[in-house]
């Protein structure tokens, strides 16, 4: 596990908050048209002390595209946005809590190893079931944990960056079109995505 850090406020580049914030701003015009119960989902911004604060207790940088985007919305409430296909957007205070579980259940039983969990990784979408996607802050590239297998970084929870990631789910709504296999669909003001079979 990381060592604690002093709490630094930091702001990502500018270059990628606009990039963020593009992204974003087609995914709520998509929302508030066809899901609005989702739309509403979506939390105000997380401060920047408050992301400082997590970064120190899990003793790592979050990269700008994750900062940036939780500049514009902390999280979603529970049933609220998710990013295909189940993973509902975390808050803050929830990457912290989920990140510090984790981090204890290694320490509690250090023959799971790193292949399990690894103390550096962010998660930042949860599937509800205990698994979540994650970023790597040394590379920037996502992945997903599962509690039973482990780290995941070849399946189709991977992109190169958080921002691949967002502009990807804006492109699948704007089109109608599948990220990795997962349509968008559309019950009672809620996004769903579901799987083409």
Not at 27 to 56: C, D, F, G
Not at 64 to 76: E, F, M, N
Not at 88 to 105: A, F, H, K, P
Not at 178 to 186: A, C, F, M, T
Request: aromatic share 8%.
């Amino acid at each position: 596990m990381p060592a604690r850090r002093a709490s630094v406020v930091r702001m990502p580049r500018a270059a990628v908050t606009a990039e963020v914030n593009a992204a974003w701003r087609r995914i709520e015009r998509w929302l508030a048209r066809h899901a609005p119960a989702t739309y509403k989902s979506l939390r105000p911004l997380a401060t920047p002390q408050a992301i400082a604060r997590a970064e120190a207790a899990m003793g790592a940088r979050l990269p700008d595209g994750l900062r940036a985007s939780l500049l514009r919305h902390d999280g979603a409430r529970d049933g609220g946005f998710t990013f295909p296909p189940i993973h509902t957007l975390m808050s803050v205070r929830g990457m912290r809590r989920d990140w510090q579980v984790n981090c204890d259940i290694v320490l509690a039983d250090p023959e799971l190893g790193a292949q399990w969990w690894h103390g550096r990784l962010i998660p930042f979408g949860d599937d509800g079931t205990g698994g979540s996607l994650f970023v790597d802050p040394d590379t920037g590239r996502t992945g997903s944990w599962h509690a039973e297998d482990g780290l995941h970084s070849g399946d189709g929870d991977v992109w190169p960056s958080y921002p691949a990631l967002l502009k990807a789910v804006a492109h699948a709504l704007e089109r109608g079109e599948p990220v990795r296999g997962r349509h968008p669909r559309v019950e009672k003001g809620r996004l769903d995505w579901r799987s083409e079979d």
